[in-house]
């Protein structure tokens, strides 16, 4: 199985070398399809995006705002299948039903930097064959647990995995003040791990999901009403979040599943 790659950040590079086929990497910087194709070893090669060959399989692994544009773009170079791992899966499945009838489809969202691989990866199979099992028996030989979704139920899930969450830490970054060694509470702790680890990051892939998600807006009323809150209202708002977080529906509260904080292009 021969393997085009659009975009040769981190997460691309991940799937270069979590799949078991002939890869080639196309990126607006031919610097970085080099070094990915590296990284990838066993004979990866590249290709400059003015090239018109096909594969079998093309995989677009570019940021989500761009997502569709380079559906639009590459599609009609694959000849088996055509999948994404931008981290979006509504508007890229509609593009690729569009350009790319014919063909297997499939979206990916591996929940997790590439750095902290294996892990979950949510699965969108819109038009699924033996092309697309392959690959992704391929993943999960690597250790990486399949996560059957919708496309709908993916998008709406991530509005408060990503969005939201992001939105809150980054909040605690920039309001929260160092304080003198020995003050450290256990959450105060674990948010400032939480805030290193997201400042960590590449800004552009966090810009991104907060304009493709909402999430943020919930996070800044919630705030809103803590700071305005007498005590009385304040300990009417603690109720409603333990309510809300002890509840069946948030489930198992001591999961530790990366919901993909990190660079993941």
């Known amino acids: 199985?021969?393997?085009?790659?659009?975009?040769?950040?981190?997460?691309?590079?991940?799937f270069g070398r979590a799949i078991d086929a002939s890869v080639t990497f196309t990126d607006v910087?031919?610097?970085?399809a080099t070094a990915a194709a590296d990284a990838v070893g066993t004979d990866a090669e590249t290709a400059s995006l003015e090239e018109t060959?096909?594969?079998?399989?093309?995989?677009?692994a570019v940021p989500m705002t761009h997502a569709t544009d380079a559906i639009a773009t590459h599609a009609g170079r694959a000849d088996d299948a055509i999948v994404d791992v931008s981290g979006v899966m509504?508007?890229?499945?509609?593009?690729?039903?569009?350009?790319?009838p014919d063909i297997e489809r499939a979206s990916?969202?591996?929940?997790?930097?590439?750095?902290?691989?294996?892990?979950?990866?949510?699965?969108?199979r819109d038009d699924a064959g033996s092309t697309i099992?392959?690959?992704?028996?391929?993943?999960?030989?690597?250790?990486?647990?399949?996560?059957?979704?919708?496309?709908?139920?993916?998008?709406?899930?991530?509005?408060?995995?990503?969005?939201a969450t992001h939105a809150a830490v980054l909040s605690f970054a920039l309001a929260a003040d160092p304080v003198p060694e020995g003050f450290q509470t256990p959450i105060y702790d674990g948010l400032r791990t939480?805030?290193?680890?997201?400042?960590?990051?590449?800004?552009?892939?966090?810009?991104?999901?907060?304009?493709?998600?909402?999430?943020?807006?919930?996070?800044?009323?919630?705030?809103?009403?803590i700071a305005e809150a007498?005590?009385?209202?304040?300990?009417?708002?603690?109720?409603?979040?333990?309510?809300?977080?002890?509840?069946?529906?948030?489930?198992?509260?001591?999961?530790?599943?990366?919901?993909?904080?990190?660079?993941?292009?």
């Not at 393997?3 to 981190?10: D, H, R, S, T």
């Not at 060959?53 to 677009?60: A, F, G, T, W």
């Not at 990916?108 to 969108?124: C, Q």
Request: some cysteine; proline content about 5%.
């Open 230 to 265: 007498d005590p009385a209202e304040l300990e009417s708002l603690y109720d409603e979040a333990s309510r809300r977080w002890h509840s069946p529906e948030f489930g198992d509260a001591d999961s530790t599943a990366d919901s993909g904080d990190g660079d993941r292009v």
């Open 133 to 163: 099992d392959a690959l992704l028996a391929d993943l999960e030989g690597r250790g990486n647990d399949l996560l059957e979704t919708t496309a709908g139920e993916h998008d709406d899930a991530m509005k408060s995995v990503q969005a």
């Open 53 to 60: 060959d096909s594969y079998d399989v093309v995989c677009l």
């Open 108 to 124: 990916l969202h591996p929940l997790f930097a590439p750095e902290r691989a294996p892990g979950s990866i949510a699965v969108v």
């Open 90 to 100: 509504g508007p890229p499945l509609e593009a690729m039903a569009t350009q790319a």
């Open 29 to 32: 910087d031919a610097d970085a």
């Open 194 to 225: 939480l805030a290193e680890r997201v400042t960590d990051g590449t800004p552009r892939v966090y810009a991104d999901i907060q304009d493709t998600f909402d999430g943020a807006d919930a996070v800044a009323r919630a705030a809103a009403e």
């Open 1 to 14: 199985m021969d393997v085009l790659i659009v975009g040769a950040g981190a997460m691309g590079t991940w």
